[in-house]
């Protein structure tokens, strides 16, 4: 009986708890790479929709919000 209470003792401060992310099947279609334009000004706008775009991508493969594309 000891034996028992004192192993209940020790293993009881081992667990460790981790977070883990199971993957979700999403049907959007991948988005096209911005394309360079030599003018820096439009490069990084058009980077800045691509990266908008595929934020708003994400919220909806994570179902916070409606898809609008």
């Known amino acids: 009986m000891c034996i028992l209470i004192l192993s209940s003792i020790c293993f009881s401060g081992c667990v460790r708890v981790k977070e883990v992310f199971i993957p979700t ?3 959007i279609p991948k988005r096209e790479n911005p394309i360079k334009t030599g003018d820096l000004a439009q490069d990084v706008k058009n980077i800045l929709i691509y990266s908008e775009g595929i934020a708003k991508d994400l919220e909806f493969c ?5 898809h609008m594309r």
């Open 62 to 66: 994570r179902g916070n919000e409606p």
């Open 25 to 27: 099947a999403c049907q």
